[in-house]
């Protein structure tokens, strides 16, 4: 089987850095993907990372550590819009993706 | 723009009766996914194909059935709803990377 851990909620203030972590088990790992969903909207996809180390879009960044089996996404410079949920999701070998239970994080003024 | 779509957004149906949720995509991907999001239990997979008339069990496929009859379209059916399948269903379709979701499906089971 597999297992993806994430904190249930994280809150922070605008203009600040946040990390969200994500650890996981399982078999036939290909990557771990991280994916934004707002209120009432539909999951979209923010990164992914096949490798070790740190990919970065913008005021988002993604880490991954296969041998520790744990990542992380990160955001810079938060604004209120940032206010969502956030999933990790892992790929394995001859399987759809499967997610985490989401973090959701609130940005305050 | 690449787009799943999802027929209902909202529908309300009794206990017993036989649900089709139906979803296309228009990006030619030959991946198709049904999930379900529940509070607290973030996504949790159902069903998915890789390929017309393929499907392949995921996480949660008790009692749930599929259907892909074309490649752009993916249907997920429930041969008699029961109470705990009240939920938001989310379709999405992938070609060799990101999935692309619909809108959801939010069913209510009274």
């Known amino acids: 089987g597999q297992s993806l851990e994430q904190p249930s909620e994280v809150t922070a203030v605008e203009g600040a850095i946040v990390q969200i972590n994500c650890t996981y088990q399982?078999?036939?790992?290909?990557?771990l993907s991280w994916y934004q969903q707002h209120d009432g909207g539909a999951p979209t996809f923010l990164s992914y990372?096949?490798?070790?180390g740190l990919e970065e879009t913008g005021r988002f960044s993604s880490f991954l550590s296969r041998s520790d089996s744990y990542g992380y996404l990160l955001l810079q410079e938060l604004q209120m819009k940032d206010s969502a949920s956030y999933f990790c999701?892992?790929?394995?070998?001859?399987?759809?993706?499967?997610f985490g239970k989401g973090t959701t994080l609130s940005v305050s003024s | 723009d690449v787009k799943v779509t999802q027929s209902s957004r909202y529908l309300v149906k009794r206990t017993g009766e036989k649900v089709f949720l139906e979803c296309v995509q228009d990006?030619?991907?030959?991946?198709m996914f049904w999930y379900r999001q529940d509070p607290g239990l973030g996504l949790r997979l159902i069903y998915f194909?890789?390929?017309?008339?393929?499907?392949e069990k995921g996480d949660i496929p008790e009692g749930y059935s599929v259907s892909r009859e074309k490649k752009e379209r993916f249907s997920l059916i429930l041969e008699s709803a029961s109470t705990n399948q009240t939920s938001m269903y989310l379709c999405?379709?992938?070609?060799?990377?990101?999935?692309?979701f619909g809108e959801g499906s939010r069913l209510t089971v009274l």
């Open positions: 990372n096949a490798l070790d």
């Open positions: 194909s890789y390929d017309v008339k393929m499907k």
């Open positions: 990006m030619d991907h030959e991946n």
């Open positions: 999405a379709s992938s070609g060799t990377g990101e999935l692309f």
């Open positions: 399982t078999s036939g790992f290909y990557g």
């Open positions: 999701a892992v790929q394995q070998a001859g399987t759809a993706l499967i």
